[in-house]
């Protein structure tokens, strides 16, 4: 049975996700994700979501998948621990040595390796079952022909987000630094947890510089044709179907930034869609059309809101940057 | 006492490229198999790219492809099954898939962790030793403390760059191609490409009022590259003190004679600094580097800030 995981972006969107018909949930723990700590629960919250979960039958995956300072490992390993001990039935990871760590310690976990560890074959999955992943999170881009190929390579669970790009362009997430090259500080809290501002792979916000306006400069000649550099990613539907029949196991609802009122349409339309496409061998999508376009719309209407907002802070961080600069460099 | 490496794209650049201020040569360019010629997607070529460089007394590495899809698994089996029949010093990957298919071969050269590798800890570095590699190069956002940290905890050898463009994305598919004004000719994939990354390609962020970029990128059609140059000429005793040997200057993407005059600069720096000499004037080095630098010097995230800061000596 395909399992339907949806985000927790906060309390309020955890249980309403489950409330909604989500198999599970996922949330990320303050500094420890690929998401700004505005999008990610305390430890108090965390342990609400897990009891919330497990007192409905449903399942908690705690997202920890930031790519650390070798210093912050233990710290890592410690709190990975506690949320097993809490009821946590899995945990997404990206760093290959927290998650040997993970395993020798707590063989019974699931382990989800994450979209982070930037997959591109069936081989990458084949190294990373070896190394103990339950399940991999596979890329947004991937065929249907792709999936089925990664999962006729082996017995590991196939997850896969619910919104994807065309095939090609820039990897990403997994293989991009663009933000924090722009804008970036480090600090450590009192703790002694490093926070990595403008770094998604180190638990810091994505500031979506990809998504300003660039132009082609060739050869000393400047072209204007405005453009991003990367495709966003769009909810899809059409072909979930053939998804399932490739063996994917594990469905995830994108939205861990988003209000908690759209993320709770988008997982009544896609329960209902998952549960209409697991009830007969030859669904009738075309109800969920219309209701998937309107969330189409208000998708993008809050991205762009986030996209302009994080743009501006990586804009204003360059800044200061550039106006502290030594002529040398100029 | 150090190694400097630099890059190296095909035979032709080989013929006519002055790279004797290196110790070693990564042979291939690891993003784009439709480089003209490139040794990461030509088996054939690989002999004798290895013969030039061990003759001039060098190492030999080879760059296999970084992100290959299922269905560019069998052309790099077929690069990996050749090289292994030849003296390479070291192969370097960036896909586990591909770390994961040497594996199979029985690998026995050195394995190199190329910079799309994700190496971020030092236990990381544990998990890819025990698949036979060697040699890491660190994300680039990791500062020179948590490099330093990685090498004493996981005794591997790390890479460190010291000069040239930072790898900040790397693509599936050729950028410059599919955003060319004029409608390219040839398509990404198809073998038919009309190599228009030939030309210099720069991204700019767009000002409304016309005046200078304040944001630009290099791209190299499959990878795109931060627009000012690292620079740790500066530095060189400090990575000496931090028991760091081994140096890379990024080459791919630079014009003829960059690799030539950059590596003369830092042999010449780090040869000083590992034999305890005071530091010069940099000011003549630190000239020509800028010179070469069209949109400037950077140190990366060495000194954890964002990464097209620069930090002098003082």
């Known amino acids: 049975m395909v399992m339907m995981m949806a985000p927790g972006g906060t309390l309020e969107m955890a249980k309403t996700v489950l409330d909604e018909g989500a198999d599970a949930v996922y949330v990320g723990v303050v500094g420890w994700s690929r998401r700004g700590a505005q999008d990610e629960l305390n430890d108090d919250e965390i342990r609400h979501t897990i009891d919330y979960a497990l007192a409905r039958g449903k399942e908690v995956r705690v997202v920890v998948n930031t790519l650390p300072s070798s210093t912050e490992l233990p710290m890592f390993v410690e709190r990975v621990e506690r949320y097993a001990g809490w009821g946590a039935q899995g945990f997404m990871i990206s760093d290959l040595g927290a998650m040997r760590l993970v395993k020798e310690r707590l063989p019974h976990v699931n382990v989800h390796t994450s979209v982070g560890c930037g997959i591109t074959n069936y081989e990458d999955v084949r190294f990373l079952r070896e190394l103990g992943a339950d399940y991999v999170v596979l890329p947004y881009r991937l065929s249907v022909e ?22 090609g362009g820039k990897i990403c997430p997994g293989k991009c630094n663009m933000s924090s090259y722009f804008s970036f500080r480090r600090w450590l809290d009192t703790e002694g947890k490093d926070h990595f501002f403008g770094s998604a792979s180190r638990g810091g916000d994505c500031l979506r510089v990809c998504q300003t306006e660039w132009n082609f400069n060739v050869d000393d000649i400047d072209y204007r044709m405005p453009m991003t550099i990367k495709t966003n990613p769009a909810l899809w539907l059409e072909e979930l179907p053939d998804y399932l029949a490739a063996g994917v196991d594990c469905l995830k609802v994108p939205g861990r930034d988003r209000s908690a009122v759209l993320v709770r349409d988008i997982v009544r339309v896609y329960r209902r869609a998952v549960d209409a496409i697991l009830e007969t061998d030859r669904p009738d999508l075309s109800a969920f059309a219309s209701e998937l376009e309107t969330l189409r719309g208000r998708w993008m209407t809050e991205r762009n809101r986030r996209d302009n907002r994080l743009l501006r802070q990586a804009i204003d961080e360059s800044a200061r940057v550039s106006a502290e600069a030594p002529a040398v460099t100029q | 006492m150090f190694e400097l490496s630099t890059d190296v794209g095909n035979l032709k650049e080989l013929r006519e ?213 690292l620079c740790m000429v500066e530095h060189g005793g400090r990575l000496a003190d931090m028991g760091l040997k081994h140096f890379y200057v990024h080459n791919k993407g630079e014009a003829p004679g960059y690799a030539a005059a950059v590596g003369r600069i830092y042999r010449d720096a780090l040869t000083r600094a590992f034999a305890g000499e005071a530091a010069p004037d940099f000011a003549p080095a630190l000239d020509t580097l800028a010179g070469l630098a069209r949109e400037g010097l950077c140190n990366g995230y060495y000194f954890e800030g964002a990464g097209q800061r620069y930090i002098g000596r003082n």
């Not at chain 2, 299922?70 to 010093?89: E, H, M, Y």
């Not at chain 2, 409304?208 to 000012?228: C, E, H, I, N």
């Open chain 2, 17 to 229: 490229g002055d790279f004797s201020a290196y110790d070693a040569i990564y042979l291939g360019d690891f993003s784009c198999p439709e480089y003209p010629n490139n040794f990461s997607s030509h088996a054939d070529l690989l002999e004798a790219g290895l013969q030039h460089v061990h003759a001039r007394g060098q190492k030999a590495y080879l760059r296999l492809y970084a992100v290959p899809g299922n269905d560019d698994l069998a052309w790099v089996g077929d690069v990996i099954d050749t090289a292994l029949q030849l003296p390479f010093d070291a192969l370097e990957v960036h896909n586990l898939g591909v770390l994961r298919m040497l594996r199979e071969r029985s690998c026995t050269a050195p394995i190199h962790l190329g910079v799309f590798g994700n190496l971020y800890t030092h236990e990381t570095a544990k998990v890819l030793k025990d698949f036979g590699v060697t040699r890491v190069y660190p994300n680039p956002e990791l500062s020179l403390d948590e490099v330093r940290y990685i090498a004493e905890h996981a005794d591997v050898e790390v890479l460190v760059p010291v000069h040239g463009k930072i790898p900040l994305v790397i693509s599936e598919t050729c950028f410059i191609l599919e955003h060319s004004e004029d409608g390219a000719e040839g398509a990404c994939g198809d073998g038919s490409c009309s190599y228009q990354c030939t030309q210099d390609h720069w991204l700019k962020r767009g000002r409304g009022d016309g005046s200078r970029a304040d944001w630009s990128l290099k791209d190299t059609g499959r990878m795109t590259l931060s627009g000012k140059d």
């Open chain 1, 146 to 167: 792709e999936i089925r190929q990664i999962k006729g390579a082996g017995k590991v669970g196939i997850e896969v987000f619910l919104f994807k790009t065309p095939s």
